[in-house]
């Protein structure tokens, strides 16, 4: 991964506008980690997605968390395998849907 140094260069070399918004994306947690601790603004990164370290930032929970649909995939024709049919029976029990009551899936998780 860059040093910090390098990110530092790197926005030097850029003008970064003042008003907020999005200005770039990553699905690497460790990038925006680093563009972060570089100086370069502030991001919304997943738990699951943050690298073993994040110092020198600081980490700030939303006050709402963001959700997002997931979805399992499969190859097509393989639907009724008795076996897929059981894990994402699995999944369906251990994960809220769309159509759960919010307050039940805050008591999951």
């Known amino acids: 991964m860059p040093s910090s140094k390098f990110w530092k260069n790197q926005l030097a070399r850029s003008t970064v506008p003042s008003t907020p918004g999005t200005r770039t994306a990553s699905s690497a947690g ?3 980690t680093a563009l972060v601790a570089a100086g370069a603004g502030a991001a919304l990164v997943p738990r699951m997605a943050l690298p073993d370290t994040t110092a020198p930032v600081s980490l700030h ?3 709402h968390p963001v959700s997002r649909t997931v ?3 499969s190859r097509a024709g393989t639907g009724n395998r008795p076996g897929l049919r059981h894990v994402l029976e699995l999944l369906r029990d251990l994960a809220p849907g769309p159509d ?3 307050a039940e899936a805050e008591g999951r998780a």
Request: aromatic share 8%.
């Open 30 to 32: 460790a990038v925006l």
């Open 100 to 102: 759960d009551d919010r």
């Open 71 to 73: 979805f399992a995939v």
């Open 61 to 63: 929970p939303l006050v």
